[in-house]
């Protein structure tokens, strides 16, 4: 569940059209899961319907990600703070480093669960799962060395981002092994797919003069699309190492017997 709300992270990242620069998740203390109290949803392996109670089970504790769960080792995501990032652009549109900091994150509370397709077979797992969010909120403070389009642009301000109808397709695969009495789950792949719908981009200080800042913020909007695509896979593949530790974290702390059980 971390997981999911870890891919549409993702998702954001990929936004903030990044590629080259040390991506830092804030810091969480796994303390091992004994027992589960009993609203946190379970299902069992010999389920015909697994696939829908697992769905069910990733709908339900979606919104409790608002206050986070702590007996799952879930901080609160909702709102998420990432605090500060740098990030070096290099495309066609777009190059130079962006730093950013206070970046707060709206919205991962709302995610919908789509479809969930799980397969377990000789102690491998596999799992497709499908979600969405209707609508994101990224603000935060930053500060540039840029060129963008051939304009070159030294900026410094406060920015906003909404995201609409961002969906995520993610293919996590691990094998499960033993320990102390208990079974437990080990990624060992996390691919994601993230798309968006829609794209409105907001900054200030992009240029002293108010009425420029507008067109330049007027070519970024018109281009987004470009811009998201041309950054996509680089920014995957900086933040899925990532992204897959700190799943393993979360599962190496979390009996995965006690989400999947096994009668
Ligand atoms: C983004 O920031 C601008 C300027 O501060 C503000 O007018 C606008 O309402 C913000 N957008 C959202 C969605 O908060």
């Excluded at 909702?78 to 190059?95: R, V």
Aim: hydrophobic residues 40%.
């Amino acid at each position: 569940m971390k997981l999911l709300w870890n891919i549409v992270l993702v998702a954001l990242c990929g936004v903030s059209l990044a590629e080259d620069f040390e991506p830092e998740l804030p810091p969480v203390e796994f303390k091992p899961v004994r027992e589960l109290s009993g609203d946190i949803p379970t299902c069992r392996e010999s389920d015909l319907n697994i696939n829908e109670c697992i769905k069910q089970g990733l709908q339900l504790i979606t919104p409790r990600m608002k206050y986070g769960i702590s007996e799952l080792n879930i901080p609160p995501l909702d709102p998420f703070e990432m605090g500060k990032s740098s990030y070096s652009y290099n495309s066609g549109l777009l190059q130079g480093r962006i730093a950013m900091k206070n970046v707060v994150v709206h919205g991962l509370s709302e995610g919908i669960v789509d479809k969930v397709n799980f397969r377990l077979k000789n102690g491998q797992v596999r799992m497709e799962i499908l979600s969405h969010v209707p609508q994101m909120l990224v603000e935060g403070a930053y500060k540039a060395d840029i060129k963008l389009n051939d304009l070159k642009l030294t900026p410094k301000g406060t920015f906003n981002v909404t995201l609409t109808d961002v969906t995520m397709r993610a293919r996590p695969t691990g094998e499960l092994y033993e320990r102390d009495g208990h079974t437990y789950l080990r990624l060992t792949k996390l691919e994601t797919e993230p798309k968006v719908g829609d794209l409105r981009f907001y900054a200030n200080g992009l240029v002293p003069d108010p009425a420029l800042n507008d067109v330049i913020l007027d070519f970024i909007n018109q281009y987004w699309r470009q811009l998201y695509q041309a950054m996509l896979p680089e920014t995957l593949a900086t933040w899925q190492p990532l992204i897959l530790k700190s799943s393993n974290d979360f599962f190496a702390a979390l009996p995965f017997d006690m989400l999947v059980t096994k009668n």
